[in-house]
Nanobody
Framework: QVQLVESGGGAVQAGDSLKLSCAASSGTITSYAMGWFRQAPGKEREFVAGISYSGGRTQYSDSVKGRFTISRDNPKNTVYLQMNSLKPVDTAVYYC??????????????????WGQGTQVTVSS
């Protein structure tokens, strides 16, 4: 059982930056591929970024490519999402997820086994 806790969300202006963290409060995520997702009001949850267990492979949605960076610190059991040049369309609840069935490989069809509770990001123009 893995429990994930996101933090770092907040209200910012367009063009600002935020760094989200996802820490495992119980269990370990060092051997899992991890991902960040977001859900805006009235919309389905969407994939934002993913990272393999080693950090050697990353993947981004087209909407955030070049602006967001996913990284991980395995000794700290934590995954990060650095978000730069934020836009109002980035406003959403951001969730981290663990894919525990891919043996650490970042799959194109990321399947989340465990979710965090989410952190709100609000970007105003």
């Amino acid at each position: 059982q893995v429990q994930l806790v996101e933090s770092g969300g907040g209200a910012v202006q367009a063009g600002d930056s935020l760094k989200l963290s996802c820490a495992a409060s119980s269990g370990t995520i060092t051997s899992y591929a991890m991902g960040w997702f977001r859900q805006a009001p009235g919309k389905e949850r969407e994939f934002v970024a993913g990272i393999s267990y080693s950090g050697g492979r990353t993947q981004y949605s087209d909407s955030v490519k070049g602006r967001f960076t996913i990284s991980r610190d395995n000794p700290k059991n934590t995954v990060y999402l650095q978000m730069n040049s934020l836009k109002p369309v980035d406003t959403a609840v951001y969730y981290c997820g663990a894919d525990t069935e891919s043996y650490g490989i970042l799959r194109t069809n990321f399947k989340t086994t465990y979710w965090g509770q989410g952190t709100q990001v609000t970007v105003s123009s």
